[in-house]
Every structure is written in C-alpha cells, then in structure tokens.
C-alpha cells in the first residue's frame, strides 16, 4: 500500500508549474511599465525634489542622508516632465496623489529615484508572458529607456519593461 505524502505532491506541483520572474509594475501616465524586482531597492514616498530648474527630468533629492539623482522617467518616455503634468492635472481639478519613489540601483552599483503615477505592484509573471515589441514600433523612436521586451498577462494591459541601465544614461551625457 502507498503511502500519500504531502510534501511529495507539493514537490510534483511545483514541477509542473511553470517558471516565473518577478517585477515591480507601475503606472506612468496611462500606460504600465515594469521593473526586474533585484533592481529596485526600496519603494517610499517622494519627498522634496529641486535642481532641475530647465526642465530635463533630472534633479536631485534627499535619501538617508544623501543627496540621490531623481530621473524622471516619463519625461525620457513621453518628453515633458511629469511636474508639468501634475501642474495641468490639477489645473483642471483632478486630485493630487502623493507620488511614489522607486530607489533602484543600477548594474554600475548607482542609486537613483524613479518618480511613478502609481502605487508600484509585485507580480510573479510567467516565462511565457514575454513577447518581443513590434520592430515597426521600436523602429519609429517610440521605444526609450525600454528593453525589447513587453510583458502580456490576460485581462491585464500590456507592460513594457524598463532598462535600468538606459535610464542612468541621459545623466552621463548631461556631465552629473
């Protein structure tokens, strides 16, 4: 007679499943973007933030105790700063959230603050949910600081994945 053990059927679950990665999701404007989750360091609150008085999308704010580049990354995506937004959201009414900062750090070890629209959510997202961005697309400049790779979960918008490394780039140029 055998013997049912549970451990051995957890064992042959987890087997037949299939593999997943994890990431941080947000939202930047009306579209959602995503994050390996090894890359963001912490999630908190966004505090004061100054320097960029040209409106680059680079500035600076205060992280324990240190002085840590804020990339505002829907400015390098969509090409106006996202304090512009915010100004005409609540011009026109809408009420104003306080905003999310993602500490991420790069492959180089470089700490820096990525302001979201949204609160940011985990997701285990499975190997098969990966699809490749249309070359059309990519082709027409549409694509920055975005990787080649979307995410497709059913009954969920599209995901495009963010390159944590392209985001540090437009600093580098910038001489910071």
């Known amino acids: 007679m055998a013997i049912h053990s549970p451990i051995r059927s957890r064992r042959t679950a987890v087997h037949n499943t299939e593999k997943t990665k994890q990431f941080i999701s947000f939202r930047l404007r ?57 100004k005409q959201s609540s011009a026109a009414g809408e009420k104003k959230q306080p905003r999310i900062l993602l500490i991420i750090q790069s492959d180089q070890g470089e700490i820096f603050g990525l302001p ?3 609160t940011p959510i985990m997701r285990r997202v499975p190997d098969s949910a ?18 080649s790779t979307m995410i497709q979960l059913s009954d969920h918008p599209p995901m495009f994945l963010l390159d944590s490394n392209q985001l540090v780039e437009p600093q580098k140029l910038s001489g910071l």
């Open 130 to 147: 990966f699809t490749p961005i249309p070359e059309t697309y990519i082709a027409q400049g549409n694509v920055r600081c975005i990787s």
């Open 116 to 118: 979201v629209d949204s």
């Open 30 to 86: 009306q579209e959602w973007f995503a994050l390996p989750i090894d890359v963001v360091q912490r999630v908190i609150q966004m505090g004061k933030i100054y320097g960029d008085p040209q409106g680059t999308g680079v500035s600076l704010t205060n992280f324990q105790g240190q002085e840590t580049i804020v990339v505002d990354v829907a400015h390098l995506i969509f090409g106006n700063s996202s304090s512009q937004e915010q």
